[in-house]
T-cell receptor, first 114, second 112 residues
Framework: NAGVMQNPRHLVRRRGQEARLRCSPMKGHSHVYWYRQLPEEGLKFMVYLQKENIIDESGMPKERFSAEFPKEGPSILRIQQVVRGDSAAYFC????WGSGNTIYFGEGSWLTVV | GQQLNQSPQSMFIQEGEDVSMNCTSSSIFNTWLWYKQDPGEGPVLLIALYKAGELTSNGRLTAQFGITRKDSFLNISASIPSDVGIYFCAGLRETSGSRLTFGEGTQLTVNP
């Protein structure tokens, strides 16, 4: 299965700890996106990256959240000093090209902050 | 940010019935995508639409890109129990680059 791979699928963190979520795009895809979904809601855009570049981070909270997509390895969404409100499903998506291209999602990482 | 108005919010139908849901916006979109999400899973792409007026089918599913570029609908014919789930529309605007805007979803329940 060459789909978008995310891990971990489920993550529990205590308040104040750090959460790291990883995403490997589909084979041949060089554009990665992160979305957040709160219970009973649609997905909300967070950040769009290409290899070694952040293209659009307009949906990222100003503090504690960061994302990277290094030349080698998966994309990482990092949340520092997590709070209860960070509990959500975080979805990674990828596409072969940029704007206008079909975007495929991974199965998500469910973060629970206790 | 810009919202997509998706309706209905939920539907309860009998197996075999047809279903229709739609999304509207005050903004123009260049691409419309329809996804289905099961509990605990990621959204699965059902249909992608790239041109105004485009009508595309995928099995029992049919979706159309509205000619005004501000709306789209999804029809499911002859529903079956495995159609249960949440259906999301998502759009790409010319001014938003690759930033998808999602509707709030339609929860579909199919009674056998």
């Amino acid at each position: 299965n060459a789909g978008v791979m995310q891990n971990p699928r489920h993550l529990v963190r205590r308040r104040g700890q750090e959460a790291r979520l990883r995403c490997s795009p589909m084979k041949g895809h060089s554009h990665v996106y992160w979305y957040r979904q709160l219970p009973e809601e649609g997905l909300k855009f967070m950040v769009y990256l290409q290899k070694e570049n952040i293209i659009d981070e307009s949906g990222m909270p100003k503090e504690r959240f960061s994302a990277e997509f290094p030349k080698e390895g998966p994309s990482i969404l990092r949340i520092q000093q997590v709070v209860r409100g960070d509990s959500a499903a975080y979805f990674c998506a990828s596409s072969r090209w940029g704007s206008g291209n079909t975007i495929y999602f991974g199965e998500g990482s469910w973060l629970t902050v206790v | 940010g810009q919202q997509l108005n998706q309706s209905p919010q939920s539907m309860f139908i009998q197996e075999g019935e047809d279903v229709s849901m739609n999304c509207t916006s005050s903004s123009i979109f260049n691409t419309w995508l329809w996804y289905k999400q099961d509990p605990g899973e990621g959204p699965v792409l059902l249909i992608a639409l790239y041109k105004a007026g485009e009508l595309t089918s995928n099995g029992r599913l049919t979706a159309q890109f509205g000619i005004t570029r501000k709306d789209s609908f999804l029809n499911i014919s002859a529903s079956i129990p495995s159609d249960v789930g949440i259906y999301f529309c998502a759009g790409l605007r010319e001014t938003s680059g690759s930033r998808l805007t999602f509707g709030e979803g339609t929860q579909l329940t199919v009674n056998p």
